[in-house]
């Protein structure tokens, strides 16, 4: 294990104020959100739209890597250039999705396990050599009261997967970002996701140091604690900001390389603000950078204006670099909700 240049990836990637762009998405999940907007299901779209996110000009200034498909890291752009290769000429370090999607767990029904370890350590030195510099594997928990779930045979199971993620990606020479994702779905109140999390975030880094797993060559990759979606009570911006460094500071070892917070679901304003307000209201208590690695949260203006038409491709991308350049003010606490108006 090359623990300098583990370090060194995993800095970089929290570095100065930026974040990660995650455009990772599954073939059917990609397909699902153009069928919503009335663009073909095409390989060749999925080429063009991805095309359109990695040549924006400036994206580079708030993105310091982005998160790739399979089909995306063996694709090249239209000017015949393999994508990895052209983040990597813009200073954004290219990354690989490597899981292999949710399966139900055995004897635990409503809960889900990822699979993905059989065949990895191969996958991840072929992607090595495709360029990719780190991955993602994605864990899945979910708050059901009714079912008393999370179980902790979900939760250990999961975390045990990460861990040995983790190591075949530092052992081949590959930050691992380490998702445990606690979903935002259902009715449950903050103070129970920011409990689940909790327990969530232990029982990770007990498999991450058992599994040998070099701390400051990883990213965490976690949930914001938020109410379910169906909760009749809300929380606030700062609320949720003070929940989730709470819960953060107490499980979160300080030596980990750096902290970059999924949307999950959340809306753009509502992602950029709250990561505002942890910046804002606890900067000095932070131990490890806390960046952003988003999805539809940075891409869906950009998706919209686009809609898979040549002609839109320059609007879409000034919005995609605007949304990405509106978290990066978040990270510096200079986010304000009033840059979401047009003027």
Same mark, same amino acid.
């Given at each position: 294990?090359?623990?300098? @240049?583990?370090?060194?990836? +995993?800095?970089?990637? /929290? ?19 153009? %069928? ?5 299901? @095409? ?12 040549? +924006? ?21 239209f000017t015949d250039e393999p994508f990895a290769q052209a983040l990597e000429k813009v200073g954004i370090i290219p990354g690989i999705k490597v899981d292999g999607g949710t399966r139900p767990l055995a004897l635990h029904e ?18 090595? /050599? ?15 009261? %009714? ?33 445990p994702e606690v979903l935002m779905d259902g009715n449950h109140a903050l103070a129970l996701c920011a409990e689940v999390t909790e327990r969530a975030l232990h029982a990770v880094f007990d498999a991450l140091r058992t599994q ?31 929940? /989730? ?49 988003? %999805? ?18 320059? +609007? ?24 979401? @108006?047009?003027?």
């Amino acid at each position: 294990m090359d623990e300098a @240049t583990l370090k060194a990836t +995993a800095a970089a990637m /929290t570095a100065d104020a930026k974040g990660l762009l995650a455009m990772d998405e599954s073939n059917p999940t990609a397909d699902k959100r153009f %069928a919503a907007l009335g663009i073909p299901q @095409t390989p060749e779209m999925r080429r063009a739209y991805r095309d359109m996110i990695v040549t +924006a000009p400036g994206l580079s200034e708030s993105i310091s890597g982005a998160i790739l498909h399979d089909e995306t890291i063996r694709s090249t752009t239209f000017t015949d250039e393999p994508f990895a290769q052209a983040l990597e000429k813009v200073g954004i370090i290219p990354g690989i999705k490597v899981d292999g999607g949710t399966r139900p767990l055995a004897l635990h029904e409503g809960e889900v396990v990822t699979e993905g370890l059989d065949g990895l350590r191969d996958r991840l030195a072929e992607y090595s /050599t495709l360029g990719a510099r780190f991955a993602k594997w994605r864990a899945v928990i979910t708050i059901d009261e %009714a079912s008393n779930a999370p179980s902790r045979g979900c939760i250990e199971a999961n975390a045990h997967a990460l861990a040995r993620y983790a190591a075949l990606c530092q052992e081949a020479g590959i930050v691992p970002i380490v998702e445990p994702e606690v979903l935002m779905d259902g009715n449950h109140a903050l103070a129970l996701c920011a409990e689940v999390t909790e327990r969530a975030l232990h029982a990770v880094f007990d498999a991450l140091r058992t599994q040998r797993v070099l701390l400051e060559g990883m990213v965490l990759k976690p949930n914001m604690v938020v109410p379910g979606l169906k909760c009749a009570t809300q929380a606030s911006v700062d609320e949720v900001a003070d929940a /989730t460094i709470a819960v953060f500071r107490r499980a979160v070892p300080a030596a980990v390389g750096g902290v970059a917070f999924l949307s999950g679901g959340q809306s753009a304003a509502d992602a950029s603000a709250r990561l505002n307000a942890m910046h804002l209201r606890h900067a000095r208590e932070l131990p490890w950078p806390l960046a952003f690695s988003f %999805a539809r949260a940075i891409q869906d203006p950009a998706m919209k204006a686009w809609a898979g038409k040549k002609e839109n491709v320059v +609007a879409a991308q000034k919005a995609l670099v605007e949304r990405a350049r509106l978290n990066r003010l978040a990270r510096r606490g200079e986010y304000t909700v009033a840059m979401e @108006t047009p003027h």
